[in-house]
């Protein structure tokens, strides 16, 4: 089992920054992928970012690009979600995901309990 804790969600003006941590624990020896998804009030969840363990290669969905870097620390037991120029738009509780070596590529096993980002207009 892997449990995940998040950090660093809150109330920033638009064009502002935060910076969200994730933290893994228990069986961290068996995790590949560690991505951040995102779900605002009414949709659907959806695919934020995501970093493979080394050589740690970063993949972003298009409304991440240039605005949103995420990074993960070489034990890669921890992810950070680097957000700029926000957007009242990315108001979403922000959820950490990771899966385990042998786990089909995209699909995540563990989950954090999610953070509240919201951006004020």
């Known amino acids: 089992q892997v449990q995940l804790v998040e950090f660093g969600g809150g109330l920033v003006q638009a064009g502002g920054s935060l910076k969200l941590s994730c933290t893994a624990s228990g069986r961290t020896f068996n995790i590949r992928d560690m991505g951040w998804f995102r779900q605002a009030p009414g949709k659907a969840r959806e695919f934020v970012a995501s970093?493979?363990?080394?050589?740690?290669?970063?993949s972003y969905a298009d409304f991440g690009q240039g605005r949103f870097t995420i990074s993960r620390d070489s034990p890669g037991n921890t992810v950070w979600l680097q957000m700029n120029s926000l957007k009242p738009e990315d108001t979403a509780i922000y959820y950490c995901a990771v899966n385990e070596y042998g786990a089909p590529h995209g699909t995540y096993d563990y989950w954090g309990q999610g953070t509240q980002v919201t951006v004020s207009s």
């Open positions: 970093i493979t363990k080394v050589p740690g290669i970063p």
